[in-house]
């Protein structure tokens, strides 16, 4: 007989979920897991991971100072080129004249005459500008050199000939920081020197311009001041008994200023300008201008300084250095013509 049929049994799938062990490596995953599900008090997020910085990521700090430095250095040139350009185009101009720098010693040319040196031997104005030094500056007993240095110096400042130099070898002229020369004996060396015939009407002279320094001397040196009295008691001389005739030599001296602006440099080149224009000195020839204005650029300059460095080798102490840097002689000269009463 047969089985009757019985259908199978099913019985329900089951399955049990361990969690890992602590041992297990998936530990970490699973809490991690958790803890996206958990609520956590807030935390500041952990500062920033700094690298060292190296050295040539630094900031430069000196680059506004660069900056700064570099646009003085350009206002200062372009300030420079315009004020001398501006003072050749618009102040009196010499021509064709017959020039005598007096000086006392033997680096005075450079040192306090340079710019007006390098102005008036320019070619196209067709001057003559001769120097006589009355003193060999033998105080140290380099007279011969300092001769020589001399020469060498107002050949690099413009002069045309070594013949155009000459310095007078006389004990009435001591190099002396503490002695007067004597009035009297620059008149009559000047005489002899200039005077063709000074009882013409009016009376004959070999020079039309005498410049030299005025009663202060720039340093208030009597070697200096002597010239400026010896050089109006000559026009002086010149001129007497000669009521209505115009002096065949005209007299210009160098200004003193005060210490504040003697060592400005270039920029009392400015200031120079500013109170000649103010004066009303702007057009007009020399003899009516009564004022001259020089102001050298800066190729002027640094031929100014050669003719010191250069050629006064013997003369170059340190305080000579800080002139040549600083002094506004080296770069600026204004001159006045004195009147002869």
């Known amino acids: 007989m047969a089985t009757p049929y019985a259908p199978p049994v ?25 803890s996206l599900y958990t609520a956590k008090p807030f935390a500041p997020p952990p500062p920033p991971v700094t690298r060292p910085t ?11 100072s660069f900056l700064f430095l570099a646009t003085f250095v350009i206002l200062l040139f372009t300030t420079w080129f315009y004020t001398a350009s501006t003072t050749r185009r618009t102040f009196p101009v010499i021509r064709n004249k017959r020039i005598c720098l007096l000086i006392a010693h033997p680096d005075d040319e450079a040192m306090f005459f340079a710019p007006t040196l390098l102005e008036l031997t320019r070619r196209e104005l067709g001057n003559h500008v001769k120097v006589l030094c009355l003193c060999s500056g033998n105080a140290e007993n380099l007279g011969e050199t300092r001769k020589k240095e001399l020469i060498d110096s107002v050949l690099t400042l413009g002069l045309r000939h070594r ?9 009435s002229f001591p190099d002396s920081m503490t002695t007067n020369w004597p009035a ?4 009559s060396l000047l005489h002899s020197a200039f005077t063709r015939d000074a009882s013409a009407c009016p009376p004959q002279a070999s020079i039309d311009l005498l410049l030299t320094f005025d009663a202060a001397g720039v340093s208030l040196h009597p070697n200096h001041t002597s010239l400026f009295h010896g050089a109006r008691a000559y026009l002086a001389s010149l001129m007497k008994g000669k009521d209505g005739w115009a002096c065949p030599v005209e007299l210009y001296s160098l200004r003193s200023v005060s210490m504040l602006r003697k060592y400005t440099g270039v920029f009392d080149a400015i200031v120079s300008m500013a109170l000649v224009v103010l004066g009303g000195v702007t057009e007009g020839s020399t003899a009516k201008a009564g004022k001259l204005l020089f102001v050298s650029g800066p190729l002027e300059y640094w031929r100014a300084q050669r003719a010191m460095v250069g050629a006064h080798k013997s003369q170059m102490r340190w305080f000579r250095w800080g002139w040549i840097l600083v002094s506004r002689y080296m770069v600026v000269n204004d001159l006045r013509r004195e009147k002869i009463t």
């Open 10 to 34: 099913y019985t329900p799938y089951s399955y049990s979920f361990n969690p890992p062990s602590a041992s297990s490596a998936s530990t970490k995953a699973y809490s991690t897991s958790k």
């Open 184 to 187: 009297a004996k620059i008149t």
């Open 163 to 171: 013949d155009d130099v000459y310095v007078v070898d006389d004990p």
């Open 54 to 64: 190296l050295s040539n990521d630094a900031p430069s700090s000196s680059f506004p």
